[in-house]
């Protein structure tokens, strides 16, 4: 199972509500490469509770870099790919 999928499972078996445009968001997410699909994956939980879009996208990509699960260069484009998908929630 490739790393893509891997994301995507994880980003829909998580505990949210369902929202009718989360599948929407969900299958926008399955088009993100790997370091945009994990940013949504993380980000994914607080803005489906309602959180902030923007803090609770920049506050997961921090936390992504910081651990060196993607790199600092390529973060604010693969933050703003995956606030593409998120904003559809």
């Known amino acids: 199972m490739g ?7 994880a980003a829909t078996a998580v505990a949210t509500p369902v929202w009718a445009d989360g599948a929407a968001a969900d299958a926008c997410a399955s088009k993100l490469g790997a370091e945009a ?9 607080g803005v489906a509770a ?6 609770t996208i920049t506050d997961a990509t921090k936390a ?5 699960k993607i790199a600092r260069a ?6 703003q790919a995956a606030g593409a998908c998120l904003k559809l929630i």
Do not use: E, Q, W
């Not at 790393?3 to 499972?9: G, N």
């Not at 699909?37 to 939980?45: F, S």
């Not at 992504?64 to 060196?68: C, F, Q, R, T």
């Open 37 to 45: 699909g994990a940013i949504y994956a993380a980000a994914r939980p």
């Open 50 to 55: 309602g959180g902030d879009l923007k803090a």
């Open 64 to 68: 992504l870099v910081k651990a060196g």
């Open 74 to 79: 390529d973060a604010r484009s693969n933050a």
């Open 3 to 9: 790393f893509r999928t891997m994301v995507f499972l």
